[in-house]
């Protein structure tokens, strides 16, 4: 895949470019379908595929109050790239860009930057200046500029068949602790990232389960609990449990994620590590004893390993 950060760094059009525009938040089944299409249309005009997104996201950079963000950039390019794609642009969005009328990014960016022969975009999909680009307007100057306009169906829930997959859903889905279903809607595991800091020093040498300290990357934090799950280290992949939330415990109210990798004792400090929130135990709770926190540990250990088994992660 080839990936262009700026506008300007486009040398000439790509031939035959099929394009899709959007956030694409999560990259969840809903953009995964919409990225197929695209490919689809490619192939049947030998030409290009091209997704477009934004970064920072448009809310943010307009300084409006926006929803953490399920997959930050460098996740949703590696999703994206995954997907086949040929071409991503990311375009970064400033108060000039956002001014920029829908008409002149069509027929300048769209059309004669990047040599635009067809896009595909959802029902309500809209961009440019007052949000005035949308399906009619694309279809209607497609007329003169010789370009297809696509509109691709949502991909519906697939829980009730009602509604579609939508990155808010997901949030949800995902704040509400629900991180087995979040599988059916993300095709993945939702993931956390973070580098592994120095922690506490209470995991191993108090309770005997050793833990990777992680100063989150990501924005969107599951529920407080504790999860079954694996982790991507640079040692390689391995089953574990993640503790999130304020230990209460210990009493001193500090907020962690605090992962023990099982059967692991590779130094990974200062390293970045993945991981996969494969399915939530129970909630966080204050123990009378130490001992009695290792005890339920022990016991997370074993439920966790079950889960895991069952979904092929061991």
């Not at 790509?14 to 899709?20: C, P, Q």
């Not at 982790?231 to 109210?253: H, L, M, R, Y």
């Amino acid at each position: 895949m080839e990936l262009i950060e700026n506008i300007d760094q486009i040398s000439g059009s790509y031939s035959n470019a099929v394009v899709t525009i959007g956030n694409f938040d999560g990259v969840h089944k809903g953009h995964q379908a919409l990225l197929h299409q695209v490919m689809e249309k490619a192939d049947e005009l030998n030409g290009t595929s091209v997704a477009i997104t934004f970064e920072p996201h448009p809310l943010r950079a307009l300084g409006i109050a926006s929803p953490p963000l399920i997959t930050r950039h460098d996740q949703k390019f590696e999703l994206i790239k995954e997907s086949g794609i040929d071409v991503l642009i990311c375009i970064p969005f400033t108060k000039e860009f956002s001014a920029i009328p829908a008409r002149e990014f069509i027929k300048e960016i769209l059309v004669r930057r990047i040599g635009m022969k067809a896009i595909i975009i959802g029902p309500d999909y809209s961009f440019g200046k007052k949000r005035e680009g949308n399906v009619s307007l694309l279809k209607d100057m497609g007329q003169d500029l010789g370009y297809e306009t696509i509109v691709s169906s949502w991909i519906n829930d697939t829980d009730t068949g009602q509604g579609r997959i939508s990155s808010t859903k997901i949030r949800e889905i995902v704040m509400d602790g629900r991180v087995e279903q979040a599988v059916k809607y993300l095709g993945r595991h939702y993931q956390i990232r973070g580098k592994v800091v120095k922690g506490r020093k209470r995991g191993g040498s108090q309770l005997g389960f050793p833990t990777a300290n992680i100063k989150l990357h990501d924005e969107l934090c599951p529920k407080l609990g504790v999860y079954a799950v694996t982790v991507e280290t640079v040692k390689g992949n391995f089953p574990g449990v993640a503790n999130i939330g304020f230990s209460p415990t210990f009493g001193d109210q500090m907020f962690t994620i605090e992962v023990h990798i099982l059967d692991f004792h590779d130094d990974i400090y200062e390293t970045r590590i993945r991981v996969n929130m494969v399915a939530r135990l129970r909630d966080e709770k204050k123990f009378s004893s130490l001992e009695e926190l290792s005890d339920q540990i022990r016991q997370d250990i074993k439920t966790a390993k079950e889960i895991l088994k069952k979904n092929g992660r061991t």
